[in-house]
């Protein structure tokens, strides 16, 4: 078994690859401690569409003054239009009204990744979200769903959320200890995206078994985060529970409403589901 190494920030990553109800479990170079050993390490690629007008924002969102954001340990910087902050941004739409030159240290987020910035900069322009497309730009997207939370973004968030559902759909993958910790630790109760997630480590552990293995067992890191106990431990036994009443059902697969949040955005379409979706 190789020796578990821990993600440093939100650079450092893996997923937990998954085998079906009833089929062998096929993971090389992978143990239960979720390291990242066997995994590739391939430089992101994302595709970036041509700068557009988001629905909702104003002709001139795009024109004026730049505000200058910094996000980081590196306090890196982004400059975006003022305009364009306000009509996108709940957050940022009071403060930069309210305060026409606020100071840097409102305009500063230590603790936001800059990757997921950069990202989040791009939508704001209208630009398409490639989505996750291994385990480092996965922990980006996590990123930068806590930062649309943060910034009170309700359509970003749904956006990420079905980003996120899609890239564990079809790579069979569930999430590992340390997501589950990053994500409870950077939202709050009743979150989707804590349901979703603890959801697929539930579901793994409920159908994966080692050879020679009559029970589910925990892997050493799911058994560390679960004896820390709160709101993760909880969701957990949840998780184990409402999977035990529905039959095992893969939340990875549905309609995406499911995990979306719609106070200010309005509701999805009912549409059938694809043949893919189950």
Known sequence: ?????????????????????????VRPGLSRGNSDSGVPQVAVQHVIAPPSTPPGTSTRAHEGP????????????????????????????????NTPRPSADLLTF??????????????LYGSMLA??????????????????TRFAIERLKNEVMDLVRAYYRTSNMTAPAYRLEYVYSHTAGGNVMRQFLVTTAAYRFLIEKEPGQREPRLSDAM????????????????????????????????????FHEHVETKRCKVVPSEAYQG
């Not at 385990?135 to 980006?140: E, G, I, L």
């Not at 998780?239 to 309609?255: F, I, K, S, Y």
Request: one cysteine or more.
């Open 223 to 258: 058994r560390g985060v679960i004896a820390k106990g709160g709101e993760l431990a909880v969701g957990f036994v949840e998780a184990c529970a409402t999977l035990h009443t529905n039959g095992l059902e893969d939340v990875r697969r549905g309609p995406d409403c499911r």
């Open 66 to 97: 730049l505000t200058e954001l910094r996000a980081g340990q590196t306090a890196k910087v982004f400059k975006v239009h003022t305009e364009t902050l306000k009509d996108r941004c709940p957050y940022f739409q009071p403060l930069l009204t």
């Open 1 to 25: 078994m190789s020796k578990q190494q821990k993600p440093v920030g939100c650079l450092a990553a893996s997923n937990n690859v998954m085998a079906a109800p009833g089929n062998p479990v």
């Open 131 to 148: 989505g996750p497309s291994d385990f480092h730009s996965m922990q980006h997207y996590l990123c930068l769903y806590v930062l649309a």
């Open 110 to 123: 230590p603790d936001l990744d800059e990757f997921a910035f950069g990202l989040f900069t791009r939508w």
